[in-house]
């Protein structure tokens, strides 16, 4: 099966040509094409500005289908993220893989953004594979899973009970661990995207001038999280901090701050999952979204879930699959079809508050 699946959910513009036949070896995958245009647009602004992305959208569409479609046959589907997201960014997605589909004559399915995330663990990392060329075992990952997801607009602790069958347990009350990564790099002077900003800035940490920050809902009886409320906490010590400096943060502070607030936010994130991981009894593991690339949180998920998971059956996708892309769309957008491979979708909405 030939898919084009197209992913415009937030700042990121991303098409791929996925080309999945199912063997008896596995499902044997060919990525033919798989481009993701971050907008950098958004910079100046410190954060995604929802009019913006649209316009970028609508501009880069059609440049990058043009280089994706390149000697390449009209394929059989079109997957399209339909939420969650920002509703004008969905939109513009939806409104292409529309159009295209009736020009082509095929059919457009769409696929929720987050099991994007959870199945973008299924793609090895693109670097080392040969000719772009994969196989996905039938037997993907033990079931059931509990899966973190932990992204700039989610923070999500999700039970898979099947591929296409997901509950959502526990989730943040407040901003997600991304978006607090990028509010707290901006109270330093950072730029946008902060979350690889800070988490370069706490590698600089030496143990000297160690700060102290909450750890929010740590000790609720419950899997959900809180992060503004460390945001905030980092905000007040700023403020301390530059009242005493001639209104300035010496870099000893700033890194800190940061490496602190990583290892804040990766005693909650472990302690959620952990707890999660024994209630439920569950023998796999994932993690994905854009923090799932903090190196610091990586390790600790790593090392305290690895006492009750076996490591093999730990997932993070690989680096270049962190963030939003077209490929992990492709993918979840195979299974939907093929666990319903009669439906006709004649209707897509974008949602921005999409659950499962
Ligand atoms: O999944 P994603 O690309 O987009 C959303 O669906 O939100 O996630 C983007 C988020 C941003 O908040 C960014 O700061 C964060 O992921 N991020 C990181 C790292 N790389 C990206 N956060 C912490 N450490 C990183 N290395
Ligand atoms: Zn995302």
Redesign the pocket.
């Given at each position: 099966m030939k898919i084009l699946a197209i992913e415009t959910?937030?700042d990121?513009t991303a098409i791929c040509y996925l080309e999945i036949n199912n063997t008896e070896k596995g499902l044997e995958s060919t990525i033919h094409n798989n481009i993701t245009h971050t907008q950098l647009e958004h910079i100046a602004y410190g954060g995604v500005f929802p009019a913006v992305a649209k316009r970028e959208h609508q501009i880069n569409l059609p440049i990058i289908l043009d280089k994706i479609m390149h000697n390449q046959d009209i394929p059989d589907v079109i997957c399209v993220t339909n939420g969650p997201?920002l509703e004008p960014a969905l939109w513009c997605g939806i409104t292409f893989a529309q159009e295209l589909g009736v020009k082509w004559n095929i059919p457009v399915v769409p696929v929720n953004?987050m099991e994007g995330?959870i199945l973008s663990i299924l793609s090895p990392s693109l670097n080392s594979i040969e000719n772009l060329t994969f196989t996905i075992p039938h037997q993907t990952f033990l079931l059931p899973a509990i899966a973190l997801l932990i992204?700039?607009?989610?923070t999500e602790l999700v039970l898979v009970k099947d591929i296409g069958d997901y509950e959502i347990i526990g989730k943040t009350r407040d901003d997600?661990v991304?978006?607090a990564?990028?509010k707290v790099a901006r109270i330093l002077g950072l730029p946008y995207?902060?979350?690889?900003e800070?988490?370069k800035l706490a590698e600089n940490f030496n143990g000297n001038n160690p700060v102290e920050l909450p750890r929010p809902m740590l000790h609720s009886k419950d899997y959900d999280f809180s992060f503004s409320g460390l945001k905030t906490a980092v905000l007040y010590l700023v403020n301390d901090v530059k009242k005493d400096n001639n209104d300035i943060i010496p870099e000893s502070t700033k890194s800190a701050i940061a490496h602190e607030f990583q290892v804040s936010a990766g005693e909650v994130l472990l302690k959620k999952s952990l707890t999660a991981v024994k209630d439920f009894g569950t023998q796999s593991f994932i993690v994905a979204?854009?923090?799932s690339?903090?190196?610091h949180?990586k390790q600790v998920l790593r090392e305290k879930i690895s006492d009750y998971i076996d490591i093999d059956n730990i997932y993070f996708p690989d680096n270049g699959l962190?963030?939003?892309n077209a490929l992990m769309i492709a993918i979840a957008g195979y299974f939907k079809i093929q666990k319903n491979p009669d439906v006709i979708y004649n209707d897509i909405k974008a949602v921005g508050n999409l659950s499962f």
């Amino acid at each position: 099966m030939k898919i084009l699946a197209i992913e415009t959910s937030c700042d990121e513009t991303a098409i791929c040509y996925l080309e999945i036949n199912n063997t008896e070896k596995g499902l044997e995958s060919t990525i033919h094409n798989n481009i993701t245009h971050t907008q950098l647009e958004h910079i100046a602004y410190g954060g995604v500005f929802p009019a913006v992305a649209k316009r970028e959208h609508q501009i880069n569409l059609p440049i990058i289908l043009d280089k994706i479609m390149h000697n390449q046959d009209i394929p059989d589907v079109i997957c399209v993220t339909n939420g969650p997201g920002l509703e004008p960014a969905l939109w513009c997605g939806i409104t292409f893989a529309q159009e295209l589909g009736v020009k082509w004559n095929i059919p457009v399915v769409p696929v929720n953004h987050m099991e994007g995330h959870i199945l973008s663990i299924l793609s090895p990392s693109l670097n080392s594979i040969e000719n772009l060329t994969f196989t996905i075992p039938h037997q993907t990952f033990l079931l059931p899973a509990i899966a973190l997801l932990i992204s700039g607009g989610h923070t999500e602790l999700v039970l898979v009970k099947d591929i296409g069958d997901y509950e959502i347990i526990g989730k943040t009350r407040d901003d997600a661990v991304g978006e607090a990564f990028d509010k707290v790099a901006r109270i330093l002077g950072l730029p946008y995207p902060g979350g690889p900003e800070i988490s370069k800035l706490a590698e600089n940490f030496n143990g000297n001038n160690p700060v102290e920050l909450p750890r929010p809902m740590l000790h609720s009886k419950d899997y959900d999280f809180s992060f503004s409320g460390l945001k905030t906490a980092v905000l007040y010590l700023v403020n301390d901090v530059k009242k005493d400096n001639n209104d300035i943060i010496p870099e000893s502070t700033k890194s800190a701050i940061a490496h602190e607030f990583q290892v804040s936010a990766g005693e909650v994130l472990l302690k959620k999952s952990l707890t999660a991981v024994k209630d439920f009894g569950t023998q796999s593991f994932i993690v994905a979204g854009g923090v799932s690339a903090n190196t610091h949180i990586k390790q600790v998920l790593r090392e305290k879930i690895s006492d009750y998971i076996d490591i093999d059956n730990i997932y993070f996708p690989d680096n270049g699959l962190t963030g939003d892309n077209a490929l992990m769309i492709a993918i979840a957008g195979y299974f939907k079809i093929q666990k319903n491979p009669d439906v006709i979708y004649n209707d897509i909405k974008a949602v921005g508050n999409l659950s499962f």
